[in-house]
Protein backbone atom coordinates (compact mmCIF):
# COMPACT_ATOMS: atom_id res chain seq x y z
CA UNK A 1 0.00 0.00 0.00
CA UNK A 2 1.04 3.97 -0.54
CA UNK A 3 3.53 5.33 -3.11
CA UNK A 4 5.86 3.43 -5.15
CA UNK A 5 8.99 3.39 -3.54
CA UNK A 6 11.39 4.88 -6.40
CA UNK A 7 14.11 2.41 -4.56
CA UNK A 8 11.97 -0.82 -5.70
CA UNK A 9 11.10 -0.15 -9.77
CA UNK A 10 11.45 2.50 -12.24
CA UNK A 11 8.96 5.27 -12.74
CA UNK A 12 9.32 5.25 -16.23
CA UNK A 13 9.60 2.52 -18.46
CA UNK A 14 12.97 1.98 -19.69
CA UNK A 15 13.33 3.16 -23.25
CA UNK A 16 13.59 -0.59 -24.97
CA UNK A 17 10.86 -1.49 -22.95
CA UNK A 18 7.92 -2.78 -25.18
CA UNK A 19 4.47 -1.03 -24.70
CA UNK A 20 1.71 -2.97 -23.45
CA UNK A 21 -0.03 -3.09 -26.88
CA UNK A 22 -2.57 -6.02 -25.94
CA UNK A 23 -3.90 -4.28 -22.84
CA UNK A 24 -4.22 -1.05 -24.58
CA UNK A 25 -6.26 -2.56 -27.76
CA UNK A 26 -8.64 -3.33 -25.09
CA UNK A 27 -9.48 0.57 -24.65
CA UNK A 28 -13.02 1.77 -25.65
CA UNK A 29 -11.43 4.95 -27.95
CA UNK A 30 -9.34 2.00 -30.18
CA UNK A 31 -12.13 -0.55 -30.82
CA UNK A 32 -14.60 -0.44 -33.82
CA UNK A 33 -17.69 1.58 -33.95
CA UNK A 34 -20.30 -0.58 -32.08
CA UNK A 35 -23.62 -1.20 -34.52
CA UNK A 36 -25.37 -1.57 -31.53
CA UNK A 37 -29.81 -1.02 -31.26
CA UNK A 38 -31.53 1.87 -30.89
CA UNK A 39 -33.31 1.88 -27.32
CA UNK A 40 -37.31 1.67 -27.58
CA UNK A 41 -38.81 4.69 -26.89
CA UNK A 42 -40.35 4.06 -23.12
CA UNK A 43 -42.56 7.02 -21.95
CA UNK A 44 -43.55 9.21 -25.06
CA UNK A 45 -40.40 12.15 -23.85
CA UNK A 46 -38.52 11.04 -26.98
CA UNK A 47 -37.99 13.33 -29.87
CA UNK A 48 -35.60 11.23 -32.18
CA UNK A 49 -33.08 8.61 -31.46
CA UNK A 50 -30.44 10.66 -29.16
CA UNK A 51 -33.51 10.92 -26.98
CA UNK A 52 -33.88 7.35 -27.24
CA UNK A 53 -30.40 6.02 -25.34
CA UNK A 54 -30.62 9.39 -23.04
CA UNK A 55 -33.86 7.72 -21.91
CA UNK A 56 -32.61 4.24 -21.51
CA UNK A 57 -29.64 5.63 -18.99
CA UNK A 58 -32.51 7.68 -17.49
CA UNK A 59 -34.71 4.91 -16.66
CA UNK A 60 -31.62 2.66 -16.18
CA UNK A 61 -30.35 5.13 -12.69
CA UNK A 62 -34.19 6.20 -12.06
CA UNK A 63 -33.24 10.03 -13.18
CA UNK A 64 -36.84 11.67 -14.72
CA UNK A 65 -35.67 14.84 -17.02
CA UNK A 66 -36.76 18.09 -16.58
CA UNK A 67 -39.71 20.00 -19.03
CA UNK A 68 -39.14 21.83 -22.10
CA UNK A 69 -37.42 25.13 -21.55
CA UNK A 70 -39.29 28.25 -22.40
CA UNK A 71 -39.88 28.63 -26.52
CA UNK A 72 -38.23 32.37 -25.55
CA UNK A 73 -35.20 30.84 -24.05
CA UNK A 74 -34.34 27.85 -26.96
CA UNK A 75 -34.84 30.74 -29.49
CA UNK A 76 -31.91 32.43 -27.54
CA UNK A 77 -30.40 29.04 -27.10
CA UNK A 78 -30.27 27.96 -30.64
CA UNK A 79 -29.23 31.72 -31.67
CA UNK A 80 -25.95 31.52 -29.61
CA UNK A 81 -25.21 28.18 -30.59
CA UNK A 82 -25.42 28.52 -33.87
CA UNK A 83 -24.25 31.70 -35.22
CA UNK A 84 -22.87 33.37 -31.42
CA UNK A 85 -25.81 36.41 -32.40
CA UNK A 86 -28.70 37.30 -30.18
CA UNK A 87 -31.99 36.67 -32.07
CA UNK A 88 -33.70 40.61 -32.17
CA UNK A 89 -37.16 41.75 -30.52
CA UNK A 90 -39.37 40.53 -33.60
CA UNK A 91 -38.52 36.98 -33.38
CA UNK A 92 -38.11 36.73 -29.62
CA UNK A 93 -42.01 37.91 -30.18
CA UNK A 94 -42.82 35.99 -33.02
CA UNK A 95 -41.80 32.63 -31.65
CA UNK A 96 -43.80 33.38 -28.34
CA UNK A 97 -46.69 33.96 -29.50
CA UNK A 98 -46.62 31.26 -31.97
CA UNK A 99 -44.62 27.90 -30.56
CA UNK A 100 -44.77 24.93 -32.45
CA UNK A 101 -42.54 21.78 -33.57
CA UNK A 102 -42.81 23.13 -36.98
CA UNK A 103 -41.69 26.53 -35.56
CA UNK A 104 -38.57 25.38 -34.22
CA UNK A 105 -37.63 23.08 -37.01
CA UNK A 106 -37.56 26.01 -38.86
CA UNK A 107 -35.70 28.33 -36.34
CA UNK A 108 -32.79 25.44 -36.51
CA UNK A 109 -32.50 25.62 -40.59
CA UNK A 110 -32.50 29.23 -40.84
CA UNK A 111 -29.91 29.46 -38.62
CA UNK A 112 -27.95 26.47 -39.75
CA UNK A 113 -28.50 27.90 -43.43
CA UNK A 114 -27.34 31.53 -41.81
CA UNK A 115 -23.90 33.12 -43.38
CA UNK A 116 -23.45 34.14 -39.71
CA UNK A 117 -22.96 30.37 -38.76
CA UNK A 118 -19.32 30.16 -40.18
CA UNK A 119 -17.95 32.74 -38.05
CA UNK A 120 -19.35 31.54 -35.36
CA UNK A 121 -18.87 27.82 -35.82
CA UNK A 122 -14.89 28.30 -37.27
CA UNK A 123 -13.86 29.39 -33.96
CA UNK A 124 -14.45 26.37 -32.31
CA UNK A 125 -11.97 24.74 -34.79
CA UNK A 126 -9.01 27.82 -34.95
CA UNK A 127 -9.14 26.53 -30.70
CA UNK A 128 -8.34 23.89 -32.50
CA UNK A 129 -5.49 24.58 -34.70
CA UNK A 130 -4.06 27.07 -31.98
CA UNK A 131 -4.76 29.72 -35.23
CA UNK A 132 -2.79 33.07 -34.87
CA UNK A 133 -1.74 35.79 -37.18
CA UNK A 134 1.96 35.71 -35.63
CA UNK A 135 4.67 33.40 -35.43
CA UNK A 136 5.22 34.01 -31.45
CA UNK A 137 8.62 33.78 -29.38
CA UNK A 138 10.53 37.06 -28.94
CA UNK A 139 10.21 39.04 -32.20
CA UNK A 140 6.53 37.61 -32.80
CA UNK A 141 6.60 38.72 -36.63
CA UNK A 142 3.42 38.89 -38.04
CA UNK A 143 1.63 36.60 -40.63
CA UNK A 144 0.08 39.14 -42.70
CA UNK A 145 -1.71 35.97 -44.83
CA UNK A 146 -2.48 33.63 -42.71
CA UNK A 147 -6.43 35.45 -42.12
CA UNK A 148 -6.39 33.45 -45.56
CA UNK A 149 -6.58 29.91 -43.19
CA UNK A 150 -9.05 31.71 -41.22
CA UNK A 151 -11.27 32.42 -44.21
CA UNK A 152 -10.98 28.97 -45.48
CA UNK A 153 -12.33 27.59 -41.99
CA UNK A 154 -14.94 29.78 -42.17
CA UNK A 155 -15.90 28.88 -46.03
CA UNK A 156 -15.95 25.31 -44.95
CA UNK A 157 -18.23 25.52 -41.60
CA UNK A 158 -20.85 27.77 -43.81
CA UNK A 159 -20.29 25.40 -47.11
CA UNK A 160 -20.61 21.92 -44.88
CA UNK A 161 -17.62 20.81 -46.61
CA UNK A 162 -17.74 16.98 -45.63
CA UNK A 163 -15.45 16.41 -42.50
CA UNK A 164 -13.19 13.95 -43.89
CA UNK A 165 -12.66 16.09 -47.13
CA UNK A 166 -11.95 19.46 -44.66
CA UNK A 167 -9.26 16.95 -42.47
CA UNK A 168 -7.76 15.77 -45.55
CA UNK A 169 -6.93 19.29 -47.18
CA UNK A 170 -5.78 20.84 -43.68
CA UNK A 171 -3.30 17.97 -43.85
CA UNK A 172 -2.70 17.59 -47.32
CA UNK A 173 -4.19 20.65 -49.55
CA UNK A 174 -1.07 20.99 -51.48
CA UNK A 175 -0.41 17.53 -52.53
CA UNK A 176 -4.27 17.14 -53.45
CA UNK A 177 -4.79 19.96 -55.34
CA UNK A 178 -1.84 21.61 -56.07
CA UNK A 179 -3.09 24.24 -58.11
CA UNK A 180 -6.19 25.02 -56.04
CA UNK A 181 -5.36 28.20 -53.81
CA UNK A 182 -7.79 27.10 -51.54
CA UNK A 183 -6.64 23.91 -50.39
CA UNK A 184 -3.17 25.00 -50.21
CA UNK A 185 -4.34 27.29 -48.05
CA UNK A 186 -6.01 24.84 -45.73
CA UNK A 187 -2.41 23.55 -44.99
CA UNK A 188 -2.07 25.96 -42.57
CA UNK A 189 -3.56 23.48 -39.99
CA UNK A 190 -0.16 22.11 -39.65
CA UNK A 191 2.49 24.51 -39.90
CA UNK A 192 0.20 27.38 -38.01
CA UNK A 193 1.98 26.59 -34.68
CA UNK A 194 4.48 28.74 -33.05
CA UNK A 195 8.09 29.39 -34.84
CA UNK A 196 11.14 30.78 -33.87
CA UNK A 197 12.28 32.96 -37.01
CA UNK A 198 15.46 33.95 -35.12
CA UNK A 199 17.94 31.13 -34.33
CA UNK A 200 21.48 30.38 -34.05
CA UNK A 201 22.99 27.79 -36.22
CA UNK A 202 23.44 25.32 -33.40
CA UNK A 203 19.67 26.03 -32.36
CA UNK A 204 18.81 25.15 -35.78
CA UNK A 205 18.81 21.20 -36.03
CA UNK A 206 16.47 21.00 -32.30
CA UNK A 207 13.76 23.55 -33.82
CA UNK A 208 13.27 21.38 -36.58
CA UNK A 209 12.20 18.45 -34.05
CA UNK A 210 10.40 21.20 -31.93
CA UNK A 211 8.34 22.63 -35.23
CA UNK A 212 7.56 18.95 -35.95
CA UNK A 213 6.52 18.24 -32.58
CA UNK A 214 3.91 20.86 -32.25
CA UNK A 215 2.51 19.28 -35.92
CA UNK A 216 2.51 15.79 -34.62
CA UNK A 217 0.81 17.00 -31.25
CA UNK A 218 -1.72 19.26 -32.84
CA UNK A 219 -3.14 16.79 -35.58
CA UNK A 220 -2.78 13.64 -33.19
CA UNK A 221 -4.79 16.19 -30.54
CA UNK A 222 -7.26 17.41 -32.53
CA UNK A 223 -8.10 14.74 -34.76
CA UNK A 224 -7.66 11.55 -32.93
CA UNK A 225 -8.24 12.59 -29.79
CA UNK A 226 -4.65 11.01 -28.45
CA UNK A 227 -1.44 12.79 -26.77
CA UNK A 228 1.10 11.29 -29.29
CA UNK A 229 3.51 14.32 -28.39
CA UNK A 230 4.21 12.39 -24.74
CA UNK A 231 6.08 9.64 -26.16
CA UNK A 232 8.48 12.18 -28.16
CA UNK A 233 11.03 11.32 -25.55
CA UNK A 234 10.03 8.16 -24.16
CA UNK A 235 7.09 6.05 -24.67
CA UNK A 236 4.08 6.70 -23.24
CA UNK A 237 3.89 6.67 -19.55
CA UNK A 238 -0.35 5.60 -19.43
CA UNK A 239 -1.06 5.01 -23.27
CA UNK A 240 0.02 2.06 -25.77
CA UNK A 241 2.13 4.55 -27.73
CA UNK A 242 5.59 3.99 -28.60
CA UNK A 243 8.28 5.99 -28.93
CA UNK A 244 8.86 4.75 -32.52
CA UNK A 245 4.99 5.07 -33.13
CA UNK A 246 5.89 8.73 -32.24
CA UNK A 247 8.73 9.08 -34.77
CA UNK A 248 6.71 7.10 -37.51
CA UNK A 249 4.17 9.81 -37.35
CA UNK A 250 6.84 12.63 -37.24
CA UNK A 251 8.11 11.01 -40.60
CA UNK A 252 5.03 12.37 -42.39
CA UNK A 253 5.94 15.65 -41.87
CA UNK A 254 9.90 15.43 -42.76
CA UNK A 255 9.51 17.33 -45.95
CA UNK A 256 7.41 20.04 -44.87
CA UNK A 257 9.60 22.22 -43.29
CA UNK A 258 10.90 25.43 -44.93
CA UNK A 259 13.14 25.07 -47.71
CA UNK A 260 16.70 27.80 -48.13
CA UNK A 261 16.95 28.76 -52.02
CA UNK A 262 17.43 31.83 -53.70
CA UNK A 263 20.28 33.14 -51.04
CA UNK A 264 21.49 36.45 -51.62
CA UNK A 265 24.55 36.56 -50.39
CA UNK A 266 25.21 40.05 -49.81
CA UNK A 267 21.93 40.94 -48.56
CA UNK A 268 21.98 37.66 -46.36
CA UNK A 269 18.44 37.16 -46.81
CA UNK A 270 16.30 33.78 -46.57
CA UNK A 271 13.44 33.55 -48.31
CA UNK A 272 11.12 30.62 -46.79
CA UNK A 273 8.89 28.73 -48.60
CA UNK A 274 6.60 26.08 -47.32
CA UNK A 275 3.62 24.92 -47.63
CA UNK A 276 0.45 26.86 -45.59
CA UNK A 277 3.39 29.29 -44.85
CA UNK A 278 3.36 30.76 -47.84
CA UNK A 279 -0.71 30.63 -49.83
CA UNK A 280 -0.70 32.19 -52.55
CA UNK A 281 2.66 33.94 -53.37
CA UNK A 282 3.20 34.86 -50.15
CA UNK A 283 7.27 34.85 -48.92
CA UNK A 284 7.71 34.98 -45.50
CA UNK A 285 11.28 36.75 -45.15
CA UNK A 286 14.41 36.42 -42.68
CA UNK A 287 16.80 38.19 -41.56
CA UNK A 288 20.13 36.36 -40.84
CA UNK A 289 23.61 36.72 -39.67
CA UNK A 290 26.54 34.40 -41.41
CA UNK A 291 26.50 32.88 -44.71
CA UNK A 292 24.35 30.02 -46.15
CA UNK A 293 27.62 27.76 -46.61
CA UNK A 294 27.89 28.10 -42.77
CA UNK A 295 24.26 26.90 -42.35
CA UNK A 296 23.24 23.18 -42.29
CA UNK A 297 21.25 21.80 -45.06
CA UNK A 298 17.79 20.49 -44.07
CA UNK A 299 17.55 16.66 -44.39
CA UNK A 300 14.16 15.43 -45.81
CA UNK A 301 13.82 12.36 -43.37
CA UNK A 302 12.94 12.44 -39.50
CA UNK A 303 15.36 10.56 -37.30
CA UNK A 304 14.80 8.46 -33.80
CA UNK A 305 15.88 10.36 -31.04
CA UNK A 306 16.91 8.56 -27.79
CA UNK A 307 15.24 10.60 -25.22
CA UNK A 308 14.10 13.26 -27.82
CA UNK A 309 17.74 14.46 -28.09
CA UNK A 310 18.65 15.93 -31.73
CA UNK A 311 22.43 15.88 -31.06
CA UNK A 312 22.34 12.45 -31.00
CA UNK A 313 19.86 11.28 -33.83
CA UNK A 314 19.90 6.96 -34.72
CA UNK A 315 18.16 5.59 -37.82
CA UNK A 316 15.89 7.46 -40.54
CA UNK A 317 12.21 6.75 -39.49
CA UNK A 318 9.98 5.80 -42.25
CA UNK A 319 6.47 7.51 -42.35
CA UNK A 320 3.69 4.97 -40.22
CA UNK A 321 1.11 5.19 -37.29
CA UNK A 322 0.93 4.37 -33.93
CA UNK A 323 0.40 0.51 -33.95
CA UNK A 324 -2.64 0.43 -31.48
CA UNK A 325 -4.86 1.50 -34.61
CA UNK A 326 -6.36 -0.08 -37.33
CA UNK A 327 -3.66 0.30 -40.15
CA UNK A 328 -1.12 0.64 -37.83
CA UNK A 329 1.18 -2.06 -37.84
CA UNK A 330 0.75 -2.21 -42.18
CA UNK A 331 0.67 1.06 -43.22
CA UNK A 332 2.26 0.16 -47.11
CA UNK A 333 -1.53 0.44 -47.99
CA UNK A 334 -0.92 3.79 -47.53
CA UNK A 335 2.71 4.69 -47.67
CA UNK A 336 3.87 3.66 -50.84
CA UNK A 337 7.60 4.92 -51.49
CA UNK A 338 6.12 7.58 -54.20
CA UNK A 339 3.57 8.51 -51.65
CA UNK A 340 4.23 11.82 -49.57
CA UNK A 341 4.25 11.03 -45.77
CA UNK A 342 1.43 14.27 -45.14
CA UNK A 343 -0.78 12.40 -47.92
CA UNK A 344 -0.61 8.88 -46.63
CA UNK A 345 -1.45 10.83 -43.03
CA UNK A 346 -4.41 12.28 -44.93
CA UNK A 347 -5.70 9.43 -46.33
CA UNK A 348 -4.86 6.90 -43.03
CA UNK A 349 -6.63 9.26 -40.76
CA UNK A 350 -9.64 9.56 -42.92
CA UNK A 351 -10.08 5.87 -44.10
CA UNK A 352 -13.06 4.41 -42.15
CA UNK A 353 -13.09 1.06 -42.51
CA UNK A 354 -8.68 0.26 -42.45
CA UNK A 355 -7.71 3.27 -40.71
CA UNK A 356 -8.37 5.73 -38.19
CA UNK A 357 -11.44 7.17 -39.43
CA UNK A 358 -13.98 5.62 -36.97
CA UNK A 359 -11.85 7.32 -34.18
CA UNK A 360 -11.60 10.47 -36.44
CA UNK A 361 -15.06 10.39 -36.64
CA UNK A 362 -15.70 9.89 -32.60
CA UNK A 363 -13.79 12.78 -31.79
CA UNK A 364 -15.47 15.18 -34.03
CA UNK A 365 -18.72 14.61 -33.06
CA UNK A 366 -17.68 14.60 -29.64
CA UNK A 367 -16.54 18.08 -30.33
CA UNK A 368 -20.07 19.14 -31.36
CA UNK A 369 -22.06 17.96 -28.53
CA UNK A 370 -19.48 19.51 -25.87
CA UNK A 371 -20.14 22.73 -27.63
CA UNK A 372 -24.06 22.11 -27.70
CA UNK A 373 -24.30 20.93 -24.25
CA UNK A 374 -21.84 22.29 -22.44
CA UNK A 375 -19.70 19.02 -21.88
CA UNK A 376 -18.71 16.16 -24.07
CA UNK A 377 -19.83 12.83 -24.22
CA UNK A 378 -15.88 12.01 -23.32
CA UNK A 379 -15.21 15.32 -20.41
CA UNK A 380 -11.43 15.25 -22.33
CA UNK A 381 -12.40 16.44 -25.75
CA UNK A 382 -8.73 15.50 -26.88
CA UNK A 383 -8.10 13.42 -25.11
CA UNK A 384 -9.21 10.09 -25.92
CA UNK A 385 -6.33 7.86 -23.86
CA UNK A 386 -6.15 5.66 -20.98
CA UNK A 387 -6.20 9.04 -18.41
CA UNK A 388 -8.99 10.57 -20.05
CA UNK A 389 -12.70 10.97 -19.53
CA UNK A 390 -14.97 7.51 -20.54
CA UNK A 391 -17.91 7.83 -22.08
CA UNK A 392 -21.21 8.62 -20.36
CA UNK A 393 -23.01 6.98 -22.83
CA UNK A 394 -20.85 5.44 -25.25
CA UNK A 395 -23.67 3.65 -27.81
CA UNK A 396 -24.75 7.21 -28.07
CA UNK A 397 -21.59 8.42 -29.10
CA UNK A 398 -20.48 5.65 -31.61
CA UNK A 399 -24.21 5.68 -33.10
CA UNK A 400 -23.39 9.47 -33.66
CA UNK A 401 -19.96 8.92 -35.36
CA UNK A 402 -21.49 6.57 -37.70
CA UNK A 403 -24.75 8.54 -38.12
CA UNK A 404 -21.82 11.43 -39.50
CA UNK A 405 -19.91 8.58 -41.74
CA UNK A 406 -23.43 7.56 -43.24
CA UNK A 407 -24.40 11.18 -43.90
CA UNK A 408 -20.89 11.32 -46.56
CA UNK A 409 -19.15 13.12 -43.10
CA UNK A 410 -21.61 16.42 -43.38
CA UNK A 411 -21.48 18.35 -39.85
CA UNK A 412 -24.66 19.98 -40.20
CA UNK A 413 -27.18 16.73 -40.21
CA UNK A 414 -24.77 16.03 -37.34
CA UNK A 415 -25.98 19.50 -35.74
CA UNK A 416 -29.84 18.98 -36.57
CA UNK A 417 -29.59 15.63 -34.83
CA UNK A 418 -28.83 17.31 -31.43
CA UNK A 419 -30.91 20.10 -31.51
CA UNK A 420 -33.81 18.36 -32.16
CA UNK A 421 -33.95 16.69 -29.43
CA UNK A 422 -35.90 16.35 -26.20
CA UNK A 423 -32.47 16.52 -24.28
CA UNK A 424 -30.93 19.66 -25.71
CA UNK A 425 -34.60 21.48 -25.41
CA UNK A 426 -34.81 21.03 -21.49
CA UNK A 427 -35.12 23.40 -19.00
CA UNK A 428 -32.83 23.60 -16.08
CA UNK A 429 -34.91 21.67 -13.64
CA UNK A 430 -38.17 19.14 -13.57
CA UNK A 431 -41.58 20.95 -11.86
CA UNK A 432 -41.28 18.89 -9.04
CA UNK A 433 -38.94 19.90 -6.52
CA UNK A 434 -38.55 16.50 -4.70
CA UNK A 435 -37.61 15.05 -8.10
CA UNK A 436 -35.16 17.38 -9.07
CA UNK A 437 -33.66 16.49 -5.09
CA UNK A 438 -33.21 13.22 -6.00
CA UNK A 439 -32.06 13.44 -9.86
CA UNK A 440 -29.30 15.70 -7.62
CA UNK A 441 -28.68 13.25 -5.39
CA UNK A 442 -28.38 10.63 -7.64
CA UNK A 443 -26.65 12.15 -10.79
CA UNK A 444 -24.86 15.23 -9.26
CA UNK A 445 -22.73 15.67 -11.87
CA UNK A 446 -25.74 15.57 -14.07
CA UNK A 447 -23.48 13.49 -16.32
CA UNK A 448 -27.49 11.51 -17.40
CA UNK A 449 -28.19 14.99 -18.99
CA UNK A 450 -31.35 15.23 -17.23
CA UNK A 451 -31.57 19.04 -17.19
CA UNK A 452 -29.85 21.99 -18.91
CA UNK A 453 -27.38 23.66 -16.98
CA UNK A 454 -26.44 27.36 -17.99
CA UNK A 455 -23.40 28.06 -20.49
CA UNK A 456 -21.83 31.31 -20.18
CA UNK A 457 -21.08 32.34 -23.71
CA UNK A 458 -17.32 32.37 -25.31
CA UNK A 459 -15.31 35.18 -24.59
CA UNK A 460 -16.06 36.57 -28.57
CA UNK A 461 -19.64 36.16 -28.20
CA UNK A 462 -19.52 37.97 -25.05
CA UNK A 463 -18.18 40.67 -27.30
CA UNK A 464 -19.86 40.16 -30.19
CA UNK A 465 -23.74 40.37 -27.66
CA UNK A 466 -22.26 43.74 -26.40
CA UNK A 467 -21.91 45.32 -29.99
CA UNK A 468 -25.10 43.30 -31.49
CA UNK A 469 -27.53 44.58 -28.74
CA UNK A 470 -26.21 48.04 -29.25
CA UNK A 471 -26.48 48.68 -33.20
CA UNK A 472 -23.01 49.04 -33.50
CA UNK A 473 -22.08 45.41 -34.80
CA UNK A 474 -20.60 45.37 -38.74
CA UNK A 475 -21.39 41.92 -39.74
CA UNK A 476 -19.16 42.16 -42.72
CA UNK A 477 -16.18 39.95 -42.59
CA UNK A 478 -12.50 41.46 -43.12
CA UNK A 479 -9.51 40.14 -44.30
CA UNK A 480 -6.44 41.37 -42.57
CA UNK A 481 -7.10 41.78 -38.63
CA UNK A 482 -7.73 44.53 -36.60
CA UNK A 483 -5.51 45.26 -32.99
CA UNK A 484 -7.65 47.74 -32.31
CA UNK A 485 -10.27 46.03 -30.11
CA UNK A 486 -12.79 49.01 -30.61
CA UNK A 487 -13.55 47.90 -34.20
CA UNK A 488 -17.15 46.97 -34.93
CA UNK A 489 -16.70 43.60 -36.46
CA UNK A 490 -17.15 40.49 -35.11
CA UNK A 491 -14.38 39.44 -32.45
CA UNK A 492 -13.50 36.48 -35.12
CA UNK A 493 -11.74 39.29 -37.28
CA UNK A 494 -9.21 40.78 -34.47
CA UNK A 495 -6.09 39.63 -35.15
CA UNK A 496 -4.60 37.09 -32.94
CA UNK A 497 -0.71 38.27 -32.14
CA UNK A 498 0.76 36.01 -29.72
CA UNK A 499 2.60 38.60 -27.86
CA UNK A 500 -0.59 41.03 -27.98
CA UNK A 501 -3.35 39.10 -27.12
CA UNK A 502 -6.70 41.14 -26.77
CA UNK A 503 -7.28 42.11 -23.22
CA UNK A 504 -10.83 41.65 -23.45
CA UNK A 505 -11.34 38.46 -24.76
CA UNK A 506 -8.30 37.50 -22.10
CA UNK A 507 -10.46 38.23 -19.45
CA UNK A 508 -13.41 36.17 -20.35
CA UNK A 509 -10.83 32.92 -20.95
CA UNK A 510 -9.58 33.39 -24.97
CA UNK A 511 -6.70 30.71 -25.58
CA UNK A 512 -3.51 31.98 -25.95
CA UNK A 513 -2.61 30.31 -29.63
CA UNK A 514 0.25 28.64 -28.15
CA UNK A 515 -1.23 24.92 -28.42
CA UNK A 516 -4.23 23.81 -29.49
CA UNK A 517 -7.13 23.26 -27.10
CA UNK A 518 -10.22 21.19 -27.40
CA UNK A 519 -12.53 23.26 -24.97
CA UNK A 520 -11.74 26.29 -23.03
CA UNK A 521 -12.02 26.94 -19.04
CA UNK A 522 -14.98 29.14 -18.06
CA UNK A 523 -13.46 31.20 -15.12
CA UNK A 524 -15.69 33.43 -13.00
CA UNK A 525 -13.24 36.69 -11.25
CA UNK A 526 -13.37 40.07 -10.02
CA UNK A 527 -11.90 41.94 -13.52
CA UNK A 528 -15.09 40.26 -15.59
CA UNK A 529 -16.95 42.35 -13.44
CA UNK A 530 -15.18 45.59 -12.95
CA UNK A 531 -14.69 45.41 -17.15
CA UNK A 532 -18.27 45.20 -17.92
CA UNK A 533 -18.73 47.99 -15.31
CA UNK A 534 -16.02 50.30 -16.30
CA UNK A 535 -14.52 49.09 -19.44
CA UNK A 536 -14.99 51.93 -22.38
CA UNK A 537 -16.27 49.08 -24.60
CA UNK A 538 -19.06 48.98 -22.07
CA UNK A 539 -19.49 52.34 -21.92
CA UNK A 540 -19.72 53.14 -25.31
CA UNK A 541 -22.35 49.66 -26.10
CA UNK A 542 -24.04 50.94 -23.35
CA UNK A 543 -24.85 54.35 -24.67
CA UNK A 544 -25.22 53.65 -28.22
CA UNK A 545 -28.16 50.78 -26.40
CA UNK A 546 -30.38 53.56 -25.31
CA UNK A 547 -29.62 55.73 -28.09
CA UNK A 548 -30.91 52.84 -29.99
CA UNK A 549 -33.89 52.53 -27.41
CA UNK A 550 -34.82 56.52 -27.75
CA UNK A 551 -34.75 56.41 -31.14
CA UNK A 552 -37.61 53.48 -31.75
CA UNK A 553 -39.92 56.07 -29.67
CA UNK A 554 -41.04 53.57 -26.96
CA UNK A 555 -44.54 55.12 -25.65
CA UNK A 556 -44.09 55.34 -22.14
CA UNK A 557 -41.19 53.96 -19.23
CA UNK A 558 -42.89 50.07 -19.48
CA UNK A 559 -42.76 49.92 -23.30
CA UNK A 560 -38.81 51.33 -22.92
CA UNK A 561 -37.87 48.35 -20.39
CA UNK A 562 -39.63 45.86 -22.14
CA UNK A 563 -37.69 46.81 -25.33
CA UNK A 564 -34.22 46.88 -23.41
CA UNK A 565 -35.03 43.28 -22.33
CA UNK A 566 -35.85 41.75 -25.55
CA UNK A 567 -32.78 43.35 -26.50
CA UNK A 568 -30.53 42.04 -24.21
CA UNK A 569 -32.11 39.31 -22.55
CA UNK A 570 -34.60 37.85 -25.77
CA UNK A 571 -37.50 38.02 -23.64
CA UNK A 572 -40.32 40.06 -21.75
CA UNK A 573 -39.61 41.71 -18.47
CA UNK A 574 -41.67 40.68 -15.63
CA UNK A 575 -44.06 42.93 -13.73
CA UNK A 576 -41.25 43.09 -10.92
CA UNK A 577 -38.50 44.14 -13.28
CA UNK A 578 -40.74 46.62 -14.72
CA UNK A 579 -41.32 48.28 -11.08
CA UNK A 580 -37.19 48.38 -10.43
CA UNK A 581 -35.91 49.25 -13.56
CA UNK A 582 -38.65 52.04 -13.59
CA UNK A 583 -36.58 53.73 -10.57
CA UNK A 584 -33.71 54.03 -12.28
CA UNK A 585 -35.32 55.38 -15.01
CA UNK A 586 -37.17 57.99 -13.25
CA UNK A 587 -35.39 60.60 -13.52
CA UNK A 588 -36.11 60.52 -17.54
CA UNK A 589 -32.73 61.80 -18.51
CA UNK A 590 -30.21 60.29 -20.93
CA UNK A 591 -28.15 59.60 -17.98
CA UNK A 592 -30.56 57.48 -16.70
CA UNK A 593 -31.53 55.58 -19.95
CA UNK A 594 -27.75 54.83 -20.01
CA UNK A 595 -27.56 53.55 -16.78
CA UNK A 596 -30.59 51.08 -17.30
CA UNK A 597 -28.71 50.05 -20.30
CA UNK A 598 -25.43 49.36 -18.44
CA UNK A 599 -27.39 47.51 -15.92
CA UNK A 600 -28.93 44.88 -18.50
CA UNK A 601 -25.40 44.75 -20.29
CA UNK A 602 -23.50 43.77 -17.01
CA UNK A 603 -26.19 40.81 -15.80
CA UNK A 604 -25.14 37.36 -15.56
CA UNK A 605 -28.23 36.70 -18.13
CA UNK A 606 -26.85 38.46 -20.55
CA UNK A 607 -23.05 36.61 -21.04
CA UNK A 608 -25.23 33.06 -20.11
CA UNK A 609 -27.46 31.32 -21.97
CA UNK A 610 -30.01 28.91 -20.15
Given at each position: DGAVDPRDRPMVRPAGETVDRESGENHWAFQPLMRSEIPPDGDGWTRNEIDQFIAARHVEVGVVPS???????????????LTGLPPIPAEVIDVTNDYNDAAYEAAVDRLLDSPHFGPHWARMWLDVARFAESSGFEMDHDRPEAWRYREFVIRAMN???PYDEFVQLQLAGDHLRP????????????VGGVKNLIQSRKEYVRDRYDKIDDMVSTVSTGLLGLTVGCARCHNHKFDPISQRDYYHVAAAFASTLSQVRELKQDAMTVKLFSAGEAPGNRIEMVTVTERSKDWPSIPAVVRFLPRGNSANPQEAMSVGFPAVLPGGRTPTKWTAESVPGRLALARWITDVPEGAGQLLARVIVNRLWAHHFGQGLVATPSDFGTRGGAPTHPLLLDWLATELIRNGWRLKPIHKQMLMSATYRQGYGVSDDRQTARNTKLD???????????????????RDNLLAVSGRLDLKGITVGSLDENVRHRSIYLRVK???????????????????????????TAPQGLMLLNHPLVNDCAAAFAARLAGENPPNTRALIDRGFLWSLGRHASQDEVSLCAEILEPGTPEATRDFCQMLLCLNEFIYVE
Open positions: SEAAPGTLLRRLHFGEDLDDIDAVTATGFVPANQLRWRRRPQRLQAEAIRSRLQPVLQLFDAPDALQGIGQRQTTT
